[in-house]
């Protein structure tokens, strides 16, 4: 039979065991910190000292007694008597020049010898080629280079600075660091604005930089590469309008130009305002070959101008300046026409005065901060030379070592004192010698020959030299050199007074 689908069916039942949660165990517990220790104390101190002074009794008397005596009608009628022969005395010594030459120094006993320390920028093979003080005096520039070259420069050159005033200067670590795109040749600090340098290169180049801006945003303004000098410039000078506060920028090159350069206000390049080229006659046109470890190299040139190696504007504020020339000559050009409107290079500068100069390149001139119509000259053969600038002949030609001179400069507060750099620095002083100098530094190693020079304006005891290793030797005067003393001016004037009218 079928069985059914679904059926009925009985099972045992099932049994669950209950799992209902366990007692949980509990604790109370507390914490706390242990109790503050308090303490209390206090400390006073007290001190008094009284002090007092009398003079005493006798001691007054005494002083009683001198006035008495200085109302004496015997005293008074000696004075009376005496009176007009004291008088005649001290209006006789007003009147005398015996002790002008005297000054009493109340100060301590000054250093003996000067003080000098090597500046190193760390630039590998460089010569430092210029030198410059900015208007504070408290910062030395240095230009890096070098000078012999056989053709157009390819090497990169340097702009250095140190502070002397910051307590990190340190000797051998400039502040400041400035690659150029060529060797460096010549450097002038703005007269009034401590942190502008006028720069001139091997190339041809001139430029304006700025050292309180960003570091590679130094270069405020150059000159365009078509209106550049085109060989190296020589010097480079700060110019001041007349009755004015207003300055351009002169350069000088090897290539026979002069050049006035003007910037407008919010442009970067430097315009030429004026130029001018110094030309040569036949019997002074030659070249003078010269070892080229001992100076910059020439190239020859057109036989019609003649390389400009230094100048120097008058210091009077009128339109003319003294150059130093490449085959010895020294000339003198007033430059009021280069400045009318109208004037064509090419027709030259016709206010010409020329002076004898040495035996080869004249490689620095400067005109005298207290007597205007003197300027020095200094070059190749060692010799120095003081003109009057209405002579053709040097007044005196005092010699420092023979060996040749880069640089020389006067001082700033001695009108009596200059200064000339070859492997010494000289110091000549006209009131004790016209002939040699009346001390020589030794700067560097003594025999390195120098390739630059600046004098502190600000802080006359300082002198910067430049040398062909790289050093820059910062020397520190001694006293009597960096204050005018009395007779410094009456030493030069008589010195102006040897003019010869007749020349």
Partial sequence: SKLPLFTDQHLDGATIASVRSQARTTEAASTQTSSIIRDDAAVQAHSAVSVEVQTDIELADQVRSAEAELTSPALIAFLQLAEKDVIRALEDSAK??????????????????AEAIVLRSGLAECECTALAWNAGGAVLAAGYGHYDHDSWCTHTGAICTWNMDLSSFDRNKPDCLIEMETCIMCLAYHPEQPSVLAAGTYNG???????????????????MADTAHTEPVSQIMWRSEVGRRVYSIVSVSLDS???????????????????????????????????????????????SKIGVCAGS??????PAYVLGLENGAVRKYNY????????????????????????????????????????????LDGTLRVFHQLQSTPLL?????RSCIMSASWSPVR??????????LHVFDLSESQAAPVQSIRVSDGKTPATSMAVNAARPKLVAVGDRKGGATVVTLTKKFGAEQPGDAATLAAVSAMLRMSD
């Fill in 96 to 113: 005398s020049s015996a002790f002008d030459a005297y000054n009493v120094d109340w100060s301590d006993d000054e250093e003996q010898t």
């Fill in 205 to 223: 180049m001139v430029y304006v930089l700025d050292l309180r801006q960003p570091r590679g945003k130094e270069i405020v303004a150059k000159c």
């Fill in 257 to 303: 130009t002069v050049i006035f350069w003007t910037q407008k206000p919010g442009k970067q390049v430097l315009e030429q305002l004026r130029s001018h080229a110094v030309r040569g006659d036949d019997n002074r046109r030659e070249l003078v070959e010269v070892d080229p470890s001992s100076s910059p190299t020439r190239r020859p040139r057109d036989g």
């Fill in 313 to 318: 504007l008058t210091t009077d504020g009128s």
């Fill in 336 to 379: 009021s026409a280069l400045l009318l409107p109208g004037f064509r290079a090419e027709h030259g500068l016709t206010d010409c005065s020329e002076y004898k100069g040495g035996t080869g390149p004249v490689y620095s001139v400067a005109y005298s901060h207290h007597q205007k119509s003197l300027f020095l000259t200094a070059g």
């Fill in 397 to 401: 030609e005092p010699v420092a070592d």
């Fill in 415 to 424: 009108p009596n004192i200059f200064f000339a750099a070859s492997t010494q």
